[in-house]
């Protein structure tokens, strides 16, 4: 089968191929109900579903669609996974669980972030706990002024409120600030959330039934955008002792995963499950370049969702860019991604197949 086809281009179609590769392996599928619908009215679901020895005591755990934008990348290499009679082959003690589209709102709606607005992949660490929002983002979120950003010459305003809020702190202390995430306003950029999303307690529900039994487990969240045009890109995450059995695996295709957290990405997932010693990994197919452009088109985006200022026309457009970035729906890049994520996934396979050999010699 060509893997191009493993890809979808939206979610309705993506549930339906990952939930048929599923059949076809003997996999029984998990659907679990969003509360909220679709554009188009329809229901949405994340779909779990798990194969391998059922004792097993070590686990590979493939979550998609963290990021709504990404979810159709890591879906397709969902389905690839479950299509690939021989995935197990290096690794017979170990049994995989996949989460497919665990922010269904954001897939179904094109939108990076999820129904409240919150980027999950802060929301999975955090949950209940409200991260501390720097000053130096509001500074950054009053230059954009996203509820009036409707034009380009608002953006190029924009733009030189926030170059004077560089030149005024430095560049390394913006982007930290953008990439710590903040909490005081929910209709703004890079929002971490002030409670446990949706997601993120039925991933943690998820998490809590499909490793019971478990000792061990690795949770590699797929994603996309970083990284050279389909390239698998690895960055280390959880705790201490995680990163460094990623990098012990991989040497040096593992890279830091640059997100100033306090606790560390993914490093509260054991949590739902205790007494499972939790290796955390981030995935990334990579895409193109996020330059200005990007940058311009993520605020548009977010502001035509949040305060729908524009005509319908420029919002489609806006939406269509957007994606683009995170998805590039080429045949060529699609089956350069899988090949090369199948490769990366038989080198974790290698990893927790010693991990779990190693246990059981002591």
């Given at each position: 089968m060509d893997a191009a086809a493993f890809f979808s281009d939206d979610l309705a179609t993506a549930s339906a191929r990952f939930a048929t590769a599923a059949m076809a392996r003997g996999a029984a599928v998990e659907a679990i109900i969003h509360p909220l619908r679709g554009p188009g009215g329809e229901s949405l679901q994340?779909?779990?579903?798990?194969?391998?020895?059922?004792?097993a005591e070590t686990v590979l755990v493939l979550n998609s669609g963290v990021h709504g934008t990404e979810a159709f990348v890591g879906s397709g290499l969902q389905v690839g996974v479950l299509r690939d009679a021989d995935f197990l082959a290096p690794a017979p003690d170990v049994r995989v669980v996949a989460i497919h589209a665990i922010n269904p709102y954001g897939a179904a709606w094109g939108r990076y972030v999820n129904e409240d607005n919150v980027d999950l992949m802060k929301n999975l660490t955090y949950g209940d706990f409200?991260?501390?929002?720097?000053?130096?983002f509001l500074e950054i979120?009053?230059?954009?002024?996203?509820?009036?950003?409707?034009?380009a010459d608002a953006w190029r305003?924009?733009?030189?409120?926030r170059a004077a809020i560089v030149a005024a702190h430095g560049a390394g202390p913006v982007m930290a600030a953008l990439k710590r995430g903040q909490t005081a306003r929910p209709a703004s950029l890079c929002f971490n959330g002030v409670r446990a999303s949706w997601s993120k307690r039925t991933l943690d529900g998820i998490l809590?039934?499909?490793?019971?039994g478990a000792r061990r487990a690795c949770f590699l969240d797929l994603h996309s955008g970083v990284g050279e045009w389909g390239e698998a890109f690895v960055m280390a995450a959880g705790d201490p002792p995680s990163c460094a059995r990623v990098r012990a695996w991989l040497g040096s295709l593992?890279?830091?995963?640059?997100?100033?957290?306090?606790?560390?990405a993914y490093s509260t997932l054991g949590r739902a499950a205790p007494g499972v010693a939790m290796t955390a990994?981030?995935?990334e197919i990579g895409t193109v370049a996020f330059d200005d452009a990007f940058r311009e088109t993520m605020a548009f985006e977010m502001h035509d969702h949040l305060y729908g200022a524009r005509s319908a026309e420029a919002a489609r457009e806006t939406k269509r860019r957007f994606r683009s970035y995170y998805d590039p729906a080429a045949a060529d890049w699609r089956r350069e991604g899988w090949r090369n994520a199948r490769a990366m996934f038989a080198r974790f396979l290698d990893g927790l197949q010693a991990w779990d050999e190693e246990a059981r010699e002591r």
């Open positions: 994340t779909m779990v579903c798990g194969f391998g020895p059922p004792t409200v991260s501390p929002t720097d000053p130096v979120d009053d230059a954009i002024d996203l509820p009036t950003l409707r034009t305003s924009a733009q030189a409120r809590r039934r499909r490793l019971q593992a890279h830091d995963l640059d997100l100033p957290m306090e606790p560390a990994a981030v995935l």
